[in-house]
């Protein structure tokens, strides 16, 4: 007998050795249950809640971006509704802010044709129309003074005042182009306006001053964007531009003592260069490493950016009991001193804020962004739609297109500018339709996957850093036929700019570089850099969702039912290229006394 668990025997006395005796032997048994029956997902464990916070917020690919706008307008241009008296559209007549309402009043009453002027109301570029229901624009008027003359101009649809003007949306930038050609103009103290021209690929563009820096002789470079370089990297001409065979040169220093020219102007040391002199126009591409040309080269680019939602997935609203800081102008005007004799309540500016929202999710699972990387930055961008024809097609260009020229018959939009350019096109689809023997533009509608240009960017794979030189912006025009402004030339009139991209920063990139080797890739990104110089990968990690490092880097946005919800407080601002603000006078003409004829 024995125990196979205790491995314990059990012997007769007799048989152990002769003459033992047979003993009574009593073994106790234990009762221990040292095994049990399987149950098919029978199974418990302890749950960390916030381990399991933490994977799905990192591993959701979900969003839904917010953010509240501020608009931010000065209402600048005054003019009138077409070529003159009596050929002017007169619904958008009828609903002016007027400058010269006594004058055109008394004129009228005189049965004198006249022309009435004014600003454009603060409707026509707010974000949500509240004028659904003005007599003789809006809606129908009976008492139309012109019978040529639609007694309205559109009918307002309550369920669209948020999109007339404008369109929201959210994009990405998917792209670069390398390709768009570009000029600017630039003063250069002692030497004048220079025009340069060029191509993205090609660089900075610069004007050449030589002069005395220091004591010392410098050759400086006047650029009109920002050439991002550091005192003790290089400049690389682009060939064949060169100073006697050298193509490549340390910068000095930077600047030449007025603020902010650090940015823009560059000192090169002068041995005495034959070749060089003053007012030199070319391109350069900054060079981190002399000994290393081929990788810390940098290459320049316009970002492209992709449409990701519709503009009717868009939900704008007012923000509660929120305006900004600046006032309301609006006054009643008479029934008296208005063109259609209809009284009603004008508004020159306003200051109201709104919430922007999503009625539904972004996906970003398997997109990347202009460097193949994962997606670190959402857009909100605005288009200018301007679906009631106050203007025409939309322009495009860049901080450095946005100065004025000066000129002996003063100052002036740049070239830029010009209906004839075609690179100042965005490109974007339009649309028209006619009223009343006119003809009205607007911006379609932009869907998913449309294309929009973005900012001027320099990229450098030493650096593995995407560096914004130059901000895009929009010009908005008026359309001469129904409001001239007779402001600047016919060909390049005055406009408003606004800034079309607002980005809200979803990841973050590490502000150190990575390495890994070339012969074991575990743990290397797919974005990742080869070196073929240092023979190892380089990339910059992507931090993840929550965590903030010591400078402050990194997103902590709330993460709720499955999504990130990224928040930015916008302040768009609708800038004005000039201002012609002042009241309507006639110097050759005198408003008599209203005391007889029964017009007062």
């Not at 320049?300 to 102008?329: D, G």
């Not at 932009?446 to 914004?468: A, F, S």
Request: net charge negative; hydrophobic share 30%.
């Amino acid at each position: 007998m024995s125990n196979i668990y205790n491995e314990t025997i059990i012997v007769l006395g007799s048989l152990r050795y002769q003459s033992a005796p047979d003993t009574d032997i009593g073994l106790k048994v234990p009762f221990i249950q040292s095994s049990k029956n399987g149950i098919e997902f029978d199974r418990s464990a302890d749950v960390n809640l916030q381990q399991v916070y933490d994977d799905e917020r990192q591993s959701s690919t979900l969003f839904r971006p917010v953010s509240k706008i501020s608009l931010i307008f000065s209402n600048s241009y005054t003019g009138v509704c077409g070529s003159g008296c009596p050929n002017n559209y007169r619904p958008f007549e009828n609903s002016l802010f007027y400058t010269n309402s006594d004058y055109a009043a008394a004129q009228e009453c005189l049965g004198n044709c006249v022309n009435w002027a004014g600003f454009p109301q603060y409707n026509e570029f707010d974000f949500i129309r509240t004028d659904y229901n003005l007599s003789g624009y809006t809606t129908s008027d009976s008492a139309s003074i012109d019978p040529s003359t639609p007694p309205y101009h559109l009918i307002f649809k309550p369920k669209d005042a948020s999109k007339y003007n404008w369109s929201v949306c959210i994009s990405y930038v998917a792209e670069n182009d390398y390709n768009q050609d570009l000029s600017a103009q630039i003063k250069v103290p002692g030497l004048g306006t220079y025009s340069v021209t060029w191509r993205v690929s090609d660089g900075i563009p610069f004007i050449t001053k030589l002069t005395t820096f220091n004591g010392m002789k410098v050759i400086q470079l006047w650029c009109p964007i920002k050439h991002n370089l550091s005192v003790g990297e290089f400049v690389k001409f682009t060939s064949p531009f060169n100073f006697d065979g050298t193509d490549v040169l340390q910068v000095f220093s930077l600047g030449n003592k007025t603020v902010g020219s650090d940015e823009y102007v560059v000192n090169l040391l002068n041995p005495g260069y034959l070749s060089a002199s003053d007012g030199l126009v070319s391109t350069f591409k900054r060079l981190v490493l002399q000994s290393n040309q081929t990788e810390t080269t940098s290459e320049y680019y316009v970002r492209r950016h992709k449409v990701l939602t519709e503009p009717n997935s868009t939900v704008l609203v007012n923000a509660a009991y929120e305006q900004n800081v600046f006032k309301n102008i609006s006054r009643f005007e008479r029934e008296t001193y208005t063109s259609n004799q209809v009284a009603r309540t004008s508004t020159k500016e306003s200051g109201q804020a709104y919430t922007f929202s999503l009625n539904s999710d972004i996906d970003l699972i398997n997109l990347v962004d202009n460097q193949t990387r994962p997606i670190s930055k959402l857009y909100y961008t605005f288009i200018w739609r301007g679906y009631f024809g106050w203007t025409k097609s939309l322009k495009q260009g860049w901080d450095f297109n946005l100065q004025l020229v000066e000129l002996l018959t003063g100052t002036q939009p740049q070239n830029w500018w010009e209906n004839s350019n075609t690179d100042s096109d965005t490109g974007l689809p339009t649309n028209t339709y006619t009223n009343g023997g006119k003809t009205f533009i607007y911006t379609e509608q932009p869907t998913i996957g449309t294309m929009i240009d973005g900012d001027l960017c320099e990229w450098n794979d030493y650096e593995q850093i995407e560096t914004e030189l130059s901000t895009y912006y929009h010009k908005i025009r008026f359309n001469e036929s129904v409001f001239n402004i007779s402001l600047g030339t016919t060909t390049n009139p005055f406009g408003y700019f606004y800034q079309p991209h607002f980005a809200v920063d979803i990841a973050t990139f590490s502000d150190y570089l990575e390495e890994g080797s070339a012969r074991n890739t575990a743990g290397v990104p797919d974005w990742a850099y080869y070196s073929e110089n240092r023979d190892v990968f380089i990339w910059r990690d992507k931090y993840p969702y929550g965590y903030i490092d010591a400078d402050g880097n990194g997103v902590d946005w709330p993460f709720m039912n499955g999504k990130h919800h990224p928040f930015k407080n916008i302040i768009f601002r609708i800038i004005p290229e000039g201002s012609n603000y002042k009241e309507y006078t006639n110097n050759n003409a005198t408003v008599q006394t209203m005391t007889i004829d029964g017009c007062e």
